[in-house]
């Protein structure tokens, strides 16, 4: 190896692992035992993974170019000394081998894999460069930059605090220092100690030039957490973005319970903030369990929006739809019921969701009760915008999504009301009795244009399973283009669903038996959202990226 080594290794790190230079935004308390997320383990288990790669590839290479001098009668292809050299590629290939493997590893084993693994290879190669220093006087110098670069990439590679690296390099040293007591006898009269002092101080140059490498990335590891406190909530993982912004899960610092964190984007109009925050608040009053409850909300220091939330587990409509096709009429109607509960206490409360449609009803299992429906992201400020896909939501005039959104609300926004909403749910049971959209179209211009003016298709025309006609009569008459033809209220449409034929037909049962064969988890975010971006600096609390 070469001083080249250490610098690559520690470039491809920064290259490939970003996070390590600060500029990441998962949980970061990594084998440490105050660190209670799985994500923090597999990090810290991802960084001893590289830092066994790189050391043995580079010994790998050196073994090559070994090879290929042998090839070329330059050297011998073996020597005394090169045994301890395979030995140090073989642990650097067993570090690799054991922390890459996907199982995340224990705390205490990911700790003494790091301190066994580093130990072990620099002990091979102080042997190496004994063995070597037999043959020539540079064999010495050999082992001991050898051990610099294992130590050093170490440092780099592996978070890990001060004190941890101070001692693991010093006992990496030591053999050096104890094997130039062995070749190299004092002169006459000389003293040995003297004779040490040359080793001893190039052993403490190299011990103090890792631990205070160590120290600086563990240092900025600690400015990325306290960029990263939000209020008394830990975030852990990003799970979601939506047009407004992005979604964590989190746990309460002294509560330890399970919730999302959604922080508005950056883009949003001072205006907006306002209402949103206005409108969160009247979430938050909101108690009806088919509604996300919301926990606590605010801004951060610098400005930015946030409220937590519950954490569920489940699917949203759209993804249950996508999953299992058309849903039958008996469940239908089991989900539409509990969505119209959750709008009747809201629209008591004066707020109109504006933005009902199957990404935004979730589907748990809560308290032991399997399909659960939660109502989503009421009062949310979003708006349409230019020729986009039909299925987003815009950001132009128009508050709503284009396949879900009622004719007034394309036509007159400033009449949106109660009855818009149910023009929505009625949008949404059409799309889980038939596993298409009531209208769909190339832009969102035709698919506006189609609810203005277009009556739906029957959405017993549309498929060939059997549509209850009292069901299919309902969701019709929430599709009518004039908001008085519709049911004049949540209530109202709750009293209808309830006198259909398959009314209650649907049981825990029936449920159960679905929820056994699908299963889900944690692994979806509360708001429904799914894609990925970074997000910007904030006051958020991530813990230690370290090795204790």
């Known amino acids: 190896m070469s001083p080249l080594t250490a610098a690559a290794a520690a470039a491809l790190a920064i290259v490939r692992h970003p996070r ?105 190669l102080v042997a190496m460069g004994h063995r070597y220093s037999e043959l020539a006087p540079w064999g010495f110098f050999a082992g001991l930059i050898s051990v610099f670069h294992v130590v050093v990439s170490r440092a780099v590679l592996v978070p890990s605090t001060p004190a941890r690296t101070l001692a693991i390099t010093s006992l990496s040293f030591a053999g050096m220092v104890a094997s130039h007591a062995l070749l190299f006898a004092p002169a006459a009269g000389g003293s040995r100690l003297i004779a040490l002092l040359g080793p001893i101080a190039t052993s403490a140059t190299a011990t103090a030039l890792a631990t205070v490498a160590s120290k600086v990335i563990y240092g900025l590891h600690k400015d990325v957490r306290k960029a990263h406190e939000l209020g008394q909530y830990i975030l852990e993982q990003k799970i979601g973005q939506g047009g407004m912004g992005e979604v964590f899960r989190a746990r309460h ?122 109502v989503l992201d009421f009062g949310l400020v979003k708006q349409v915008v230019g020729e986009i896909n039909a299925s987003q939501t815009g950001t132009d005039v128009m508050v709503g999504t284009p396949l879900y959104m009622s004719p007034e609300a394309i036509a007159a926004p400033d009449r949106v009301g109660v009855c818009s909403d149910l023009y929505a749910l009625g949008a949404v049971a059409y799309y889980l009795l038939t596993a298409e959209p009531v209208f769909d179209g190339d832009s969102m211009v035709e698919v506006c244009g189609h609810h203005l003016h277009t009556r739906p298709v029957p959405p017993s025309h549309r498929i060939s399973a059997r549509v209850p006609p009292d069901l299919e009569r309902i969701v019709l008459e929430c599709l009518e283009k004039d908001p008085v033809r519709r049911p004049a209220s949540a209530l109202e449409l709750q009293r209808r669903l309830a006198r259909c034929v398959d009314a209650g037909t649907w049981t825990e049962a029936d449920a159960e038996a679905v929820w056994s064969t699908r299963p889900v988890s944690f692994d979806t975010a509360s708001s429904g959202e799914r894609t990925l971006r970074d997000t910007a600096t904030l006051q958020v609390a991530f813990e230690d990226r370290s090795l204790a």
């Open 253 to 374: 610092n002294m509560l330890r319970r399970p919730t999302a964190i959604k922080l508005l984007g950056a883009g949003v109009s001072e205006r907006e903030l306002r209402r949103f925050e206005k409108e969160v608040q009247l979430t938050a009053e909101l108690s009806h369990p088919n509604t996300i409850s919301i926990y606590d909300y605010g801004r951060t220091p610098d400005g930015t929006f946030y409220y937590a939330m519950e954490l569920l587990d489940g699917m949203t409509l759209q993804e249950l739809v996508e999953r299992d096709g058309a849903q039958p009429p008996a469940r239908v109607i089991h989900i539409l019921t509990q969505v119209c509960a959750a709008l009747r206490e809201a629209h008591g409360a004066g707020l109109i969701h504006r933005d009902i449609k199957p990404d935004n009803v979730f589907l748990c299992r809560q308290g032991g009760l399997p399909d659960m429906v939660k």
């Open 20 to 124: 390590a230079s600060g500029q990441g935004s998962d949980p970061v308390r990594l084998a440490n035992p105050l660190c209670e997320s799985a994500v923090c383990g597999r990090f810290v288990q991802a960084r001893v993974a590289l830092f066994g790669k790189i050391l043995f590839v580079f010994a790998v290479t050196y073994l090559a170019v070994a090879t290929v001098k042998a090839a070329a009668g330059v050297e011998p292809l073996w020597a005394p000394g090169r045994e301890s050299h395979l030995i140090a590629t073989a642990i650097a290939l067993v570090i690799w081998l054991i922390a890459r493997r996907p199982e995340p590893m224990a705390p205490r084993s990911l700790k003494l894999l790091d301190a066994v693994g580093t130990l072990g290879m620099s002990l091979s």
